[in-house]
């Protein structure tokens, strides 16, 4: 009887662990970033390399930053989203330009809408290696105090502006 005991019992642990693991979203990857402050940087801006940018220029409000880059498919899918949402001026959206050439990323915006208050430009990633970025898009919610609060790994759809980052925005602006 204890024979048909152990294999009912890996059995069970097996159920449970992945019941377990169906229960979480996979684009919710805990960032260990979340409640840290953003890593400091300083890239040229996009559209002017001679102009530079800093996080710390953003202390006192809170802001988005979006990674994207012009070879990016779904980028292309969330830049109608981002582009209409930047026109409530709710909150500015600062993005990072990864890996990309300069070129391709002003076309892709002059031909898509440019969503941004400012775009960088992390030509060699490294910025993007500091935020823990591993595929493009991604967005994260900084609050005033110039701490990461939220991390969205994939395209922003209006589902996620409405239910995840804006109710956060609102807090976070109290």
Not at 4 to 28: K, M, N, Q, S, T
Not at 101 to 117: H, M
Not at 118 to 130: C, N
């Amino acid at each position: 009887m204890a024979r048909f005991l152990i294999p009912f019992g890996i059995f069970i642990a097996l159920v449970v662990f992945f019941a377990i693991g169906l229960e979480h979203d996979p684009r919710e990857i805990p960032s260990p970033l979340i409640n840290k402050p953003a890593p400091a940087f300083k890239l040229p801006q996009l559209h002017d390399a001679t102009q530079s940018f800093a996080p710390g220029k953003m202390l006192g409000q809170v802001w988005l930053l979006n990674v994207w880059a012009s070879w990016c498919v779904s980028c292309r899918e969330e830049q109608p989203v981002l582009v209409a949402f930047a026109q409530s001026h709710s909150v500015p959206i600062i993005g990072l330009d990864y890996k990309d050439r300069r070129q391709d990323a002003l076309d892709w915006l002059r031909q898509l809408g440019d969503p941004y208050v400012l775009s960088v430009s992390d030509a060699d990633g490294r910025v993007g290696i500091d935020y823990g970025v591993y595929g493009v898009p991604e967005t994260y919610v900084i609050d005033k105090q110039g701490v990461i609060r939220m991390k969205h790994i994939g395209p922003v759809t209006m589902q996620v502006l409405q239910e995840k980052i804006m109710p956060l925005v609102l807090a976070l602006s109290k």
